[in-house]
């Protein structure tokens, strides 16, 4: 459980095939709490939202892929809750509710008296998002410990992705901690500055590079858990 000044957000490590990270954000003012991607069982979010003393009140989305938004049916006929997705994510997923939410680069979500920033961070799916906290980036599939989204998948674009993370790179402070969306790194999340130091992606220097790597030499020459790379160690 991570608690700052103004928020808490409860981790699950999810022991699944995906080894996705589940989060629930809790503003501690209003005791209101966000369910961000939720999947695989809603009594995840139900047991985290009773260890944080939160009542789940909303559902973001980063993007809608199957392992991020497998338990959100589950938790909406349970709880009536809103759903907000990105306006790209909207129009890319076939399975958008009609009373969905949209948001877009640069809006703010609010619960209680915590605010995110959404920052639509394309590549990994045509609408894929962080949102930016006080001292966390909640980073989706866009950004993992030493490691990124795939960009194989429908919708994936390595060109996209990395100008998303050249983006990220530059406008997220520091000291901000990364929470990425699956487990697959060896630390549950490092820095900003740490993943500029240690992410091979980060160290690819042109889109033809970077398109290189995460399509073809990154999942050939790579173990996990991924550890941190010096920029002279890529194999381009
Ligand atoms: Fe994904």
């Known amino acids: 459980m991570i608690e700052t000044a103004k928020y808490i957000i409860t981790t699950f490590a999810h022991d699944g095939p995906?080894?996705?990270?589940?989060?629930?954000?809790?503003?501690?003012a209003s005791g209101q709490s966000v369910a961000i991607d939720p999947?695989?069982?809603?009594?995840?979010?139900?047991?985290?939202?009773?260890?944080?003393?939160?009542?789940?009140?909303?559902?973001?989305?980063?993007?809608?892929?199957?392992?991020?938004?497998?338990?959100?049916?589950?938790?909406?006929?349970?709880?009536?809750?809103?759903?907000?997705?990105?306006?790209?994510?909207?129009?890319?997923?076939?399975?958008?509710?009609?009373?969905?939410?949209?948001f877009n680069d640069g809006d703010k979500l609010t619960i209680g008296e915590t605010s995110a920033t959404v920052i639509v961070t394309p590549g990994h799916t045509p609408g894929s998002c962080c949102f930016l906290l006080d001292e966390h980036l909640i980073a989706g599939d866009t950004l993992f410990t030493w490691g990124c989204?795939?960009?194989?998948?429908?919708?994936?674009?390595?060109?996209?992705?990395?100008?998303s993370l050249a983006r990220l790179s530059r406008d997220i402070p520091g000291n901000i901690q990364v929470l990425p969306g699956h487990?697959?790194?060896?630390?549950?999340?490092?820095?900003?500055?740490?993943?500029?130091?240690?992410?091979?992606?980060?160290?690819?220097?042109?889109?033809?590079?970077?398109?290189?790597?995460?399509?073809?030499?990154?999942?050939?020459?790579?173990?996990?858990?991924?550890?941190?790379m010096r920029p002279e160690d890529l194999p381009l």
Request: aromatic share 14%.
């Open 149 to 163: 989204g795939r960009c194989d998948l429908p919708g994936g674009s390595p060109a996209q992705l990395f100008e």
């Open 183 to 228: 487990n697959y790194g060896d630390k549950d999340s490092v820095s900003m500055d740490e993943q500029i130091a240690g992410n091979p992606f980060i160290h690819c220097k042109t889109a033809e590079d970077f398109t290189r790597y995460r399509m073809v030499l990154h999942d050939q020459t790579r173990k996990s858990p991924y550890q941190p």
């Open 18 to 28: 995906y080894e996705n990270f589940l989060y629930l954000l809790t503003d501690k």
């Open 39 to 102: 999947a695989w069982e809603a009594s995840f979010y139900e047991s985290m939202a009773v260890q944080s003393k939160g009542q789940i009140s909303a559902i973001w989305l980063t993007h809608s892929h199957f392992d991020h938004v497998n338990a959100v049916d589950e938790m909406r006929s349970k709880y009536e809750l809103p759903l907000y997705i990105g306006t790209a994510e909207a129009e890319f997923w076939d399975e958008t509710p009609s009373d969905a939410i949209l």
